[in-house]
């Protein structure tokens, strides 16, 4: 099946640094990726869509120059944290679409990133 | 707007069977989704009904759409202690993929 590794699994970073997450598409080339964020016990949120070789589309609200993603292959899209604060803290999920069907189902979701900012 | 909206918890006693129900307002919709999490994990799919469909069943478990109500539901028959989750519900509008998730309805097995 179709799998998605997000990394790191979790990370700890100071306020005022940056944290990279990555979300790669292990088997399946990924044209379009998406990143979501949880808040503890809600909903997850989609922030952006990030598509491979163009700029990403943001959701109303989402900070660009904030919340940074790179598409830079069909593998691999990363979203760049930066001047991280503790309302930052996060679970960070990304989803990848393929689209060969695999598992029945088009999406497929990493298994997250948690980030705690100190 | 796009507003999908679950119950928050569920209780149950292992062996029977769970109901979870959603919501959604934008009939639209092309697909419908249910995913699970467990704790501290990402998602995953557990089954998903295109919006011209009434029900569909994978072996424990059954989706019912209504579309006239706009409601979804999920069933697990004979629930087990490892179904004890969260589960979201979510609709696509288009071909984008891009998904508006549900509150979270965490489902608790009871042994």
């Known amino acids: 099946g179709a799998v998605v590794s997000q990394h790191p699994s979790w990370v700890i970073c100071k306020s005022g640094t940056s944290v990279k997450i990555e979300c790669r598409s292990l088997?399946?080339?990924?044209?379009?990726m998406f990143w979501y964020r949880q808040f503890p016990k809600q909903s997850l949120m989609l922030m952006a869509t990030?598509?491979?070789?163009?700029?990403?589309?943001?959701e109303q609200g989402v900070e660009k120059d904030k919340f940074l993603i790179n598409h830079a292959s069909l593998t691999l899209s990363t979203l760049t944290v930066t001047s991280a604060h503790p309302e930052d803290s996060s679970f960070y999920i990304c989803?990848?679409?393929?689209?060969?069907?695999?598992?029945?189902?088009?999406?497929?979701f990493g298994n997250g990133t948690r980030l705690t900012v100190t | 707007g796009e507003d999908v909206e679950q119950s928050l918890f569920l209780s149950v006693r292992e062996g029977d069977s769970s109901v979870i129900n959603c919501t959604y307002t934008d009939s639209s919709s092309t697909y419908l989704y249910w995913y699970k999490q467990e704790p501290g994990a990402g998602l995953q799919l557990l089954t998903y009904i295109f919006s011209n469909m009434d029900m569909k069943q994978d072996q424990r478990l059954t989706v019912l759409l209504n579309k006239k109500d706009k409601h979804l539901s999920l069933r697990i028959a004979d629930t087990q202690t490892g179904d004890s989750a969260i589960y979201f519900c979510?609709?696509?509008?288009?071909?984008?993929?891009?998904?508006?998730f549900g509150s979270g309805t965490r489902l608790l097995v009871r042994p």
């Open positions: 979510a609709e696509s509008m288009d071909s984008s993929y891009k998904l508006i």
């Open positions: 088997d399946f080339q990924a044209t379009t």
């Open positions: 990030s598509n491979e070789g163009s700029k990403a589309t943001y």
């Open positions: 989803s990848a679409l393929t689209d060969r069907g695999l598992d029945n189902s088009p999406l497929h």
